[in-house]
């Protein structure tokens, strides 16, 4: 059975003079540029294909989240751009094959690293159960929806060791307290020995003191790690922040033999921020740095602006990590160093979250690391945003 416009244009064919089927074309060309004109306004993207598998039609949205051009890809296979999707089955010429729609998710890295959700279904004539003429994809970028599980997922976790912080200060910092005080009475007692009677003793109550005191800085690093405080912001300059941190870590960065470069720029933008979390970031950060460059090395600080965001990037020579050290630096508890806590990388990236920023870490054995983090411009707080073309937001000026 027929239907539609076009169907009834083909049996009036032989009926209508040639002036009236001219008005028939020009309204089937204005149908056809109307429906253009929807798919190309979508922001998921279309593609159309043959029986073959054969790209028929794609809208502007496909043509950018797969890389390619209408002209150039018309007439090439779906799997050039999208593999592992099993169209022969999808598109069986058996009717009793076909296992109708599809729906999944891939990871794509061209032409840049995203990830799609697409939904292919069948196109069969009439809607009966015939072999498919074609198939119908349509593409969804969820790229922003997967940064949103990790994050999600980093937000349960970070839950779950802050319940278990409460428990662990209360239980083992009073403890602590205690063993500290009776640990100092007891090393006044040894002193008072004399030297044959304290031999061995006055060292084993030094070590003792080191590990409670040890202990009792894991349990604060825990505690500030798990329990953010909303930070204070005021405006202020990162140049001098970073002066004074390396000011207090001086006598340190001599003794381990790193030489230090710095380039902040007089006039870098200022940022709102809070001095002593911003501080604490510094801090952690250079004494990673300098804890990874065992024989000395070059502790290199630069700074820059972009028109959203102030850049201060921090740049070591030490022994770098792995691919699969890079992928748990912000765990809680994981380290590389003998005597870390695993906490402080925990702490700066909660930092940097808390004021608006985001950090990148660029690392490799033997090739040292880079950490840079990005804030954003005091002055460029609030923008405003232009109007919307054609379905797709401008960039803000």
């Known amino acids: 059975m027929k239907h539609g416009f076009l169907d009834r244009l083909i049996d009036r064919l032989g009926k209508i003079d040639p002036g009236s089927l001219q008005s028939h074309f020009l309204r089937l060309a204005r149908e056809k540029g109307l429906l253009e004109t929807i798919f190309h306004s979508m922001q998921e993207g279309l593609v159309i294909s043959d029986r073959n598998g054969r790209i ?8 950018r989240l797969l890389g390619f051009t209408m002209p150039e890809a ?27 729609a599809t729906n999944r998710e891939v990871e794509v890295s061209y032409p840049e690293h995203r990830f799609l959700s697409f939904y292919v279904m069948p196109l069969r ?4 159960g015939e072999a498919p003429s074609g198939a119908v994809l349509i593409l969804r970028d969820v790229t922003r929806e997967r940064q949103n599980e990790v994050q999600s997922i980093e937000s349960e976790r ?5 319940l278990l912080a409460a428990g662990v200060a209360h239980e083992i910092g009073n403890p602590l307290n205690s063993l500290h005080i009776h640990l100092q009475l007891i090393r006044r007692s040894v002193n008072a020995l004399s030297e044959s009677q304290r031999e061995g003793l006055s060292e084993s109550v030094e ?16 505690l500030q790690a798990v329990r953010p405080v909303k930070p204070s912001l005021e405006s202020a300059e990162l140049g ?47 004494k990673n740095a300098m804890e990874a460059m065992t024989s000395g090395g070059v502790l290199r600080i630069t700074a820059g602006a972009t028109d959203r965001l102030v850049r201060l990037a921090i740049r070591d020579t030490g022994v770098g990590m792995t691919a699969e050290q890079l992928g748990r630096v912000f765990e809680p508890y994981y380290t590389t160093k003998r005597e870390g806590s695993g906490l402080g990388m925990m ?25 840079t983090i990005y804030l954003p411009r005091e002055d460029r707080l609030v923008r405003l945003l232009p109007p919307a073309v054609d379905g797709a937001p401008r960039e803000a000026t």
């Open 125 to 128: 004539p009439d809607g009966g």
């Open 207 to 222: 070590i003792a003191l080191r590990e409670v005191e040890r202990l009792d800085r894991i349990i604060s690093e825990f």
């Open 347 to 371: 702490i700066v990236q909660r930092i940097v979250r808390d004021h608006g920023g985001e950090i990148e870490i660029h690392s490799e054995p033997g090739g040292g690391t880079c950490v």
């Open 158 to 162: 970070l839950r779950a060791v802050t």
């Open 74 to 100: 018309r007439g090439h296979h779906v799997g050039r751009y999208l593999r592992d999707i099993g169209w022969d089955a999808l598109l069986a010429t058996d009717a009793g094959e076909c296992p109708g």
């Open 240 to 286: 001098p922040l970073v002066s004074e941190t390396l000011e207090f870590l001086r006598p340190e960065l001599a003794d381990r033999r790193v030489l230090v470069e710095l380039e902040i720029p007089a006039d870098l933008p200022t940022v709102r921020l809070d001095r002593g979390q911003i501080r604490q970031m510094l801090f952690n950060l250079i």
């Open 56 to 63: 028929e039609f794609a809208n502007r949205s496909a043509e």
